[in-house]
């Protein structure tokens, strides 16, 4: 009996819960398609550097979707409640005619195993087709071999989806239940004559709050952009944070009780067509939804600065490549033992086909040129304030001739330098160098000479290739000096290999483990000899990339359903309360269209709102994400505008037309 009633209720109310079983039919797709990743990639031919950084993403996407698990649990909860506050006076009629609350109780826990069944199915069909289309994604994105793709279904995804959302549909029961028990009779009854009161009406408070929100908005964005080198601490950060928060918090708090007054005084708008109506709506959904609004907000600006900057970074990374790996490989090796490179792959039998055509060079050390000697007066200044430095300042910087260096720099498309015979010049990304530098501390004393700094900086440059900002000694840096300079009778410090070109054979067994085992075996003699190869850089990039725009697709796929449900359920809502509304502009003689015109208007004021406010964030925001990830890269910005957009449009504006269709339904 009760079942069949809970049969007969989806029924009737399958169109009012359209919203509700787009989000959960969604969210489930989602679900599924991101923990399918693991089996689909499974099936693909990837290098073990490639292997390796898809077994981390596959963990960070596992990590992720607890997360998404807690974020789609409580937008279900909320949209749960939202419907069942509006079929109060249904639960109240049953009450009345004599049905005990655990019967009800008993109607909405079958409601739901009804809802999250046809959800589950639909959802885990959806999902299970668009995997496939995520499949060829994984594959262009991670470029490997498709040549044994296969069709996936994969079972642990389906379980882990059904499991996690059983779960959700435990908990969104629960809390339908402990809203209907503890509800009295006569507030179920009531519960669709009450209406929402307006948060604030007084225009003038109003616009004094909008300034001051744009003011701590305008501070905050001024501090993470221009000045953003001050914010030294953890605490700077968080502050820039709740301003932005309170900002948007009292954006939506103010606008409507001095904009609408505005509107209000301005009688060619105001009075034009059913303009009074529509301004009297928003209002009203703009001030009932101060809370919600801000964070829907929030979460767009979010979701609009992960998309944005993920790609950003893959498309930086991807031409940045050609910079900073332009060599098949090179190799080094500290020469604390008498073993060149050479040697030690003519001792393990390496084929001198890898290293045919290459260049090998020495860098040396001397007392003369310690950290301490290159900063001068300023090495002094610093051990004042910080003697814990001495160590640092102690460190011998590699030497090398202007031709050796000049050598290196050709094969790296790098630029060359020209010494007069007094001149050196430091090389690297030390802030200190550049500090001491800049200071005036430019001449040192070496073999009895004495050299002045070629430039007042530091100059870019490196002689090991590698993803990261510095490696070895281009972490410390190194000097260059003229070619009148011996060398041969210093210290060694490391020798360098740089093979130009190898073949797709050797290029392959250099990253494998099987290389460097051969030329690093245990116990060895030597120093071990570090590989850092073209297709290994490569393949840590694109791999790297990959994981950060999957987690960044995962989190902005939740957070912008999340967002546009949460605002379409609220038209529904609202279009269900104001059915009387609109009845009345029918008996008075408005036609259709300009009923639907009005519709129309306040469904795109009410989603565009905070997209808009998103979009001025994320202006700041993208650029904040672009300078903590060093992304200088104007095209491959626009490049991630335009498909960060194309995304927003489909989910988006998906919500948008779904929402003004719905409601266009419910009021006709």
């Not at 009778?489 to 130009?500: A, D, E, F, G």
Request: aromatic share 12%; charged share 15%; hydrophobic share 45%.
């Amino acid at each position: 009996m009760l079942f069949k009633l809970s049969i007969q209720n989806q029924k009737k109310s399958i169109k009012d819960y359209s919203i509700y079983f787009f989000t959960l039919i969604l969210g489930i797709a989602i679900f599924y398609i991101f923990n399918a990743v693991e089996s689909q990639t499974s099936m693909m031919e990837l290098s073990q550097t490639k292997s390796q950084i898809i077994d981390v993403m596959n963990t960070a996407l596992e990590a992720m979707s607890v997360l998404v698990s807690f974020i789609l649990g409580f937008l279900i909860a909320y949209a749960s409640q939202f419907l069942i506050k509006k079929r109060k006076k249904e639960f109240g009629l049953y009450l009345l005619l004599g049905m005990k609350k655990i019967n009800v109780c008993m109607i909405i826990f079958f409601e739901t195993v009804i809802i999250g069944f046809i959800s589950l199915v639909i959802g885990l069909i959806l999902g299970i087709s668009l995997s496939q289309f995520m499949s060829l994604f994984v594959a262009s994105l991670f470029e490997a071999n498709m040549q044994k793709f296969v069709f996936v279904v994969s079972s642990k995804a389906i379980i882990k989806t059904i499991l996690y959302f059983i779960l959700i549909f435990i908990f969104v029961t629960i809390m339908d239940l402990i809203i209907v028990s503890k509800a009295k009779l006569i507030d179920l009854l009531t519960a669709h004559y009450k209406k929402e009161k307006n948060m604030i009406k007084n225009p003038y408070l109003s616009f004094i709050l909008f300034i001051i929100a744009c003011l701590m908005l305008a501070y905050a964005y001024y501090n993470v952009t221009v000045r953003y080198e001050m914010l030294t601490s953890q605490s700077d950060i968080l502050i820039q944070i709740v301003l932005g928060i309170i900002g948007t918090f009292l954006i939506f708090y103010s606008i409507s009780g001095f904009v609408l007054a505005i509107i209000k005084k301005i009688p060619n708008i105001y009075h034009r067509q059913l303009n009074s109506f529509v301004v009297s709506e928003i209002g009203n959904k703009i001030n009932s939804t101060v809370i919600s609004g801000s964070i829907i907000c929030l979460l767009l600006f979010m979701t609009i600065c992960l998309l944005s900057s993920s790609f950003s970074l893959k498309n930086f990374k991807e031409d940045s490549l050609k910079d900073t790996a332009p060599i098949s490989a090179s190799f080094s090796k500290k020469m604390d033992d008498p073993y060149s490179i050479k040697e030690i792959f003519n001792k393990q039998g390496i084929d001198d086909s890898i290293y045919k055509n290459s260049y090998d060079f020495y860098t040396y050390t001397s007392l003369e040129t310690t950290i301490g000697s290159i900063l001068g007066n300023y090495s002094v200044e610093m051990l004042n304030l910080d003697p814990t430095m001495e160590e640092y300042f102690a460190t011998k910087l590699p030497i090398l001739n202007e031709s050796t260096y000049n050598k290196a720099a050709k094969l790296y498309n790098n630029k060359t330098i020209n010494l007069n015979s007094d001149e050196y010049q430091l090389v690297g990304n030390s802030e200190i160098f550049n500090d001491a530098l800049k200071q005036g501390n430019q001449t040192i004393t070496f073999m009895n000479q004495t050299l002045h700094a070629k430039y007042n900086h530091t100059i870019d440059g490196f002689l090991m290739m590698n993803n990261n900002a510095c490696f070895g000694e281009d972490c410390f840096g190194f000097i260059i000096v003229p070619d009148e300079f011996d060398l041969s009778n210093l210290n060694y410090s490391t020798n360098y290999l740089l093979v130009p070109k190898m073949s797709d054979e050797n290029n392959k067994y250099i990253s494998s483990s099987k290389f460097d085992q051969t030329i690093n075996p245990e116990n060895n003699k030597w120093q071990h000899v570090l590989i850092s190869s073209q297709t290994d850089l490569y393949d840590e990039s694109i791999g790297s990339s990959g994981v950060i725009i999957f987690v960044s697709l995962y989190l902005g796929f939740i957070f912008m359903i999340s967002g546009a449900a949460l605002l379409a359920l609220k038209e529904m809502s609202d279009a269900i309360d104001n059915k009387g509304k609109y009845e009345i502009l029918r008996k008075i003689g408005t036609s259709n269209q300009k009923i639907n015109n009005a519709l129309f208007k306040q469904i795109l004021v009410f989603f565009g709102f905070p997209l808009l406010l998103a979009i001025v964030h994320s202006i700041f925001g993208i650029q904040v994400c672009n300078i903590m990830l060093e992304i200088y890269n104007s095209d491959a910005l626009l490049q991630s505008i335009i498909i960060t957009a194309g995304m927003i449009i489909v989910i988006y504006g998906g919500y948008f037309l779904v929402s003004y269709l719905s409601c266009k339904r419910v009021i006709k």
